[in-house]
């Protein structure tokens, strides 16, 4: 049976605070590996494509880590896991169109922020220079936007995220809403905020 192979998992507050919690922890520790670099080995490398990389690759991983040994192991007893086996067709045709909608409301919204003034303008500054330093590496940019960052998310999103919310009763059209703008929200909240914590720490 399938339940006695894939965990039925639940995603409610209490995952949402466990995945936050692990956000925090991992940035947190970035940080201090990049002030640890900076003052004591002299050695700025927090701009660097590669140290973007295993950093962004570093956080997912406690963020994932963090749900499988707090929520889905304490609740089920085994390990996060998930039924990659083929969905139906009817499923993509409600998927495709929403997340083609959900790019053009970031599109939107990501277009409203300044990128001017005493504040806005210096932060843009920062990172239009941090996103030139990763497209300096293609390499890099590929491994961290192209493979890393859609696998994660689809783990987090849509596996943990979405599929939680589904096995909690959730109808899956919500769930689907709910995590698209949860990734939504990652990406023009969470990311700046690392951003400027980063840019604040090292002026």
Known sequence: MENSKYPKY?????????????????????????????????????QKPWFMMFANALVFCLIIA???????????GKKLSFNFSPTNFYTYLLIFPMMLGMMFIGEF??????????????????????????TDDPVAMIITAVIMAPIFEEIIFRGIIQKGMINNGVPPWKAILL?????????????????????????
Request: no cysteine.
């Open 10 to 46: 639940i995603f409610d507050w209490i995952g949402g605070l466990i995945l936050f919690a692990g956000y925090i922890i991992g940035s947190m520790f970035v940080g201090v590996v990049g002030i640890a670099g900076k003052f004591i080995f002299k050695f700025d490398f927090m």
């Open 66 to 76: 963090a749900f499988d040994y707090l929520m889905v192991r304490q609740k089920t």
């Open 109 to 134: 919204i990501t277009s409203q922020i300044p990128t001017t003034g005493p504040f806005f303008g210096e932060f843009y500054e920062f990172f239009e220079k941090l996103m030139a330093g990763l």
């Open 179 to 203: 995590a698209k703008y949860s990734l939504k929200l990652h990406n023009l909240f969470l990311w700046y905020l690392r951003i400027i914590f980063v840019h604040f720490m090292f002026k």
